[in-house]
């Protein structure tokens, strides 16, 4: 797969184009270079040497393929305090007494494909649930970007990743933040990662011509801030459909104009 697309459609005597970047690296480049780097974690391409220098600054790092959907591939790493390390995917998880070990193992489940190593976030949790949420928004019918709706995923029991595909549970923000906040705090935050959705869209854009939808990831750590975990410039738009049936409506018709849907 190229690490990015032109797709073409035809409506009517317009040619649109929806670009899709699969290169989770190169989406994260850009934002690094930009004022939202403050919400970037640390990111880079994976070798031995990262592996150590990022396990020694924050104790736990996520290892995931450049291209790939639905949490796929997605391993974490841990350094445990008596410096022994820990690698899960899925449901499972081994100790190692080495880092030459940790390293052997990863490589062996990454083969030749490219991955990146990011700083792990240690997400909050609703109910013993890890959660992030997904953040989407779109070039509504003038052009402009316009944020569509937030949710949460939380994750399935004793697993990784919280991708609904992965056997998340969707959750709405109040849902999950009423635990750690208030309605009105709720809402300053709804406020605050719908404009943080606007900017990486203006932002991506400038780089990548032809963007029309992009879903944020993003989680929150113990003291409330927001860490954009990757962008995906193809977010799934059928899970609003019972979730948020207003909001499906709006996605839809955006969708439809700009070709993705008939």
């Not at 990262?50 to 396990?55: I, S």
Request: glycine share 6%; proline share 3%.
């Amino acid at each position: 797969m190229q690490p990015d697309t032109n797709i073409f459609f035809r409506k009517g005597d317009a040619l649109l184009s929806a670009r899709h970047v699969f290169s989770k690296w190169k989406k994260t480049r850009v934002l690094q270079n930009t004022s939202l780097k403050r919400y970037i974690p640390e990111t880079a391409q994976y070798n031995f040497s990262r592996l150590g220098e990022m396990l020694g600054r924050y104790k736990m790092v996520y290892v995931k393929p450049d291209t790939g959907t639905h949490g796929k591939g997605v391993m974490r790493a841990k350094r445990r305090s008596d410096v022994s390390f820990e690698l899960s995917e899925g449901v499972s998880t081994h100790s190692f007494p080495s880092m030459d070990l940790l390293h052997n193992k990863i490589k062996s489940r990454i083969g030749k494909r490219k991955y990146l190593v990011q700083q792990g976030i240690h997400m909050l949790s609703h109910k013993g649930r890890k959660f992030d949420l997904r953040v989407l928004v779109q070039k509504n019918l003038n052009h402009n970007w316009e944020a569509m709706s937030i949710f949460g995923r939380k994750a399935a029991a004793h697993k990784i990743v919280t991708n609904v595909s992965n056997g998340g549970k969707m959750e709405s923000l109040s849902t999950l933040m009423s635990p750690h906040m208030s309605q009105s705090s709720i809402r300053q935050l709804r406020s605050e990662l719908n404009q943080m959705g606007l900017a990486v869209g203006k932002q991506l854009s400038k780089n990548y011509k032809g963007l029309k939808e992009l879903g944020l990831d993003i989680a929150l750590d113990k003291s409330m801030r927001p860490w954009i975990l990757e962008v995906n410039t193809r977010p799934a738009i059928y899970v609003y459909r019972t979730f948020n049936p207003a909001a499906y409506r709006r996605i839809l018709r955006y969708a439809k104009a700009y070709g993705r849907t008939k």
